[in-house]
């Protein structure tokens, strides 16, 4: 295995899952270090330094939301969370606490793939406050100009739908949380009025989308949050 290779962390205890994704992600030339425990896994991030944590929430010695929040105190590592299903509220609350995707078991390898791509992509074109235009299909903003176009028409916004989008446009190809983008766009005293995020998020996809009730830019992640396409890659 080559040494430059990304070095993927991962920490699940089912022995069988956790043998078949480390063979599935060896095999796409990643390194992989895995782990059965929480405190096993936050003291490998600490001596190997990975490019990329792959965290199963459910484990046996401490939770994996707490995994994620002794991490976040020192590292910035990119976090995909693994959780069973209809977890919402797990998901919810581990992106809240720092980490930047999930998938629900069982998922696809092939997804898993590329959210590890894209967020290894998005660590190495970091700092990325230099972003000037943002462009998905016919979706084009100009975050500095403040004007956004759908393929040659240009688009007028609210400064608050335009505001929502920013944030959106920050995270492309990633899961924003309700409570995340409450916070970011209305503020901290706004995080629980959750109908505000539905109404907005409804006006930005009817100036948008070509179908609003099927949205292609502006994703919707049930139970959790939004997720703007980012286009092909
Ligand atoms: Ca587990």
């Not at 080559?2 to 992600?25: A, C, G, K, V, Y």
């Not at 967020?119 to 235009?133: H, Q």
Request: aromatic share 6%; charged share 25%.
């Amino acid at each position: 295995m080559n040494p430059t290779n990304p070095l993927l962390l991962l920490i699940e205890d089912d022995p069988q899952f956790q043998m078949l994704l480390s063979t599935t992600l060896e095999s796409q030339d990643y390194q992989v270090l895995s782990h059965a425990t929480g405190l096993e896994g936050l003291i490998a991030a600490r001596n190997r330094q990975p490019n990329l944590l792959i965290l199963d929430l459910g484990l046996p010695d401490i939770d994996g939301q707490e995994v994620i929040r002794q991490l976040r105190k020192w590292s910035e590592v990119p976090i995909i969370v693994l959780s069973a299903r209809n977890q919402e509220s797990e998901i919810t609350q581990a992106l809240d606490n720092g980490a930047d995707d999930y998938l629900t078991k069982p998922f696809s390898t092939a997804v898993l793939m590329s959210r590890i791509k894209a967020l290894l992509r998005r660590v190495a074109r970091l700092p990325s406050g230099a972003l000037e235009v943002f462009q998905a299909g016919e979706l084009k903003i100009e975050l500095t100009r403040r004007r956004v176009f759908v393929g040659e028409q240009e688009v007028s916004l609210t400064p608050i739908e335009f505001n929502l989008l920013c944030v959106l446009v920050r995270h492309a190809g990633f899961v924003v949380t309700h409570r995340q983008l409450l916070e970011k766009v209305w503020g901290p005293s706004y995080i629980e009025h959750s109908h505000y995020l539905r109404i907005y998020m409804g006006q930005l996809r009817h100036k948008l989308e070509v179908n609003p009730a099927r949205p292609r830019y502006l994703l919707t992640e049930a139970g959790v949050g939004y997720r703007l396409y980012e286009g092909e890659n």
